[in-house]
């Protein structure tokens, strides 16, 4: 097991958590698709109104990753509201750099969703959400090693997005 540490994210590990943030747009094939800057990174989780929630796994001081960071992963999730069920928490992403997953890897990540649960329990959430793509096999066991339920499979869902462009469409249409 990696004795890592899970602590909140602060405003000095934003310039890695989108170093992170990047890696994982790389391996998914949708670098292009992280196109937001630091700063709104920044601003969306320790301004005026937080946006997001964002733990960190850390390694014991003096081990580093072979990008010579102490993070080694993290969780970040939102809060959404389900008319059936109350509050839920929704990750976005759950990561976990490449060299400290398999055995050690699955540790941290479910360090990781461990938090989120015991913080997710702790605002009074009843759910948490995540979506993850078909083809990534091993993040779907892993979630289901972890207690999930595949709603597709299960129920059927279809999971839709409107971009900023349909929103700005549907804004203005009359």
Known sequence: IMNC???PC????????LQLIKALGQMTGSDVCVSFPGPALREDGFGAQPMYDCYVAELP????SKKGDSIVGYVLSTYT???WKGRNVYIDNLYVRPEFR???GQQIGKQLMKKTAEVAL????????MHVARWKEN???????CGSENLTAKEGWNLF???EDTLWRLAAHN
């Open 5 to 7: 540490i899970i602590r």
């Open 10 to 17: 602060t405003v000095k590990d934003c310039k890695v958590i």
């Open 61 to 64: 001081s003096g081990q580093n």
């Open 81 to 83: 509201y389900s008319t």
């Open 102 to 104: 398999g055995m050690a």
């Open 122 to 129: 702790k605002k009074g959430c009843s759910q948490i959400r």
């Open 139 to 145: 993040e779907n066991r892993f979630l289901t090693c």
């Open 161 to 163: 997005r409107f971009e």
